[in-house]
């Protein structure tokens, strides 16, 4: 490691876009710090994928801070009363977390503040998505300017930058960049209601997005399925 290195703030899911993103920043040449919330999500097995991904890219430290989303629900993945959807969704899906994006890049800034961190990196997508209105290129320029007149950083002429290499990909072009990084889709949990075991259902929409991706990109799908 040498000290012209720049440090990175990467938000860290365990899903198939986090671990893409990861890669690339290190790809960049960042030291990699990841930062995984644990809000509350029904499908709290991307969270030890998280940390199976973290381990395997060798990142500099990976932080999983509770976040308790429960406490307002409102979406599919935050209340057990609201069912996943297994058809496709048409406009913006009850798996939509309300602030979910501005709560888990405002939590990375105040890291990326902390450690001398001035880029963060968000795996967010606007082509191959579920409709989220925080998955936008609009929001992600919209938080960033807010990002740099929030901070002292940022009125102190340090600014930050929100890199989102993934939003105009398809799901099949982020496949191939990861595998010729060499990212290990295995160790990644995409599902909405995956098991105990990380198994997904192969019903949800993310369980959609991913299988066609796969079988877009041509090469064999390492999703672990319940069924």
Avoid at 41 to 50: C, D, F, G, I, T
Avoid at 63 to 87: C, H, M, Q, W
Avoid at 135 to 150: S, T, Y
């Amino acid at each position: 490691m040498t000290t012209t290195q720049k440090k990175a703030v990467v938000l860290l899911s365990g899903g198939l876009d986090s671990a893409t993103v990861l890669a690339m920043a290190k790809q960049q040449g960042y030291i990699c710090y990841a930062l995984s919330l644990d809000y509350g999500q029904r499908h709290a097995s991307e969270l030890q994928a998280a940390q199976r991904v973290a381990e395997h890219a060798g990142v500099a430290m990976h932080k999983t801070i509770p976040l308790d989303l429960r406490a307002f629900g409102g979406s599919a993945l935050t209340d057990d009363d609201i069912n996943v959807p297994e058809t496709e969704s048409t406009g913006i899906p009850v798996t939509y977390v309300p602030a979910r994006n501005t709560t888990f890049l405002s939590l990375a800034l105040g890291w990326a503040e902390v450690i001398g961190a001035h880029d963060i990196f968000i795996g967010v997508n606007a082509v191959d998505y579920s409709g989220y209105p925080d998955c936008r290129p609009e929001f992600i320029e919209a938080f960033e300017r807010v990002a740099n007149l929030a901070t002292r950083d940022g009125v102190e002429g340090q600014p930050f930058t929100i890199h989102s290499p993934l939003i105009q990909l398809t799901k099949a072009e982020i496949i191939q960049k990861g595998q010729e990084m060499g990212v290990d889709y295995s160790l990644t949990v995409s599902c909405y209601q995956a098991d105990e075991a990380g198994r997904a259902c192969g019903r949800c929409d993310s369980c959609r997005l991913r299988r066609t991706g796969f079988e877009q990109a041509g090469t064999d799908d390492p999703t672990k399925y319940a069924k």
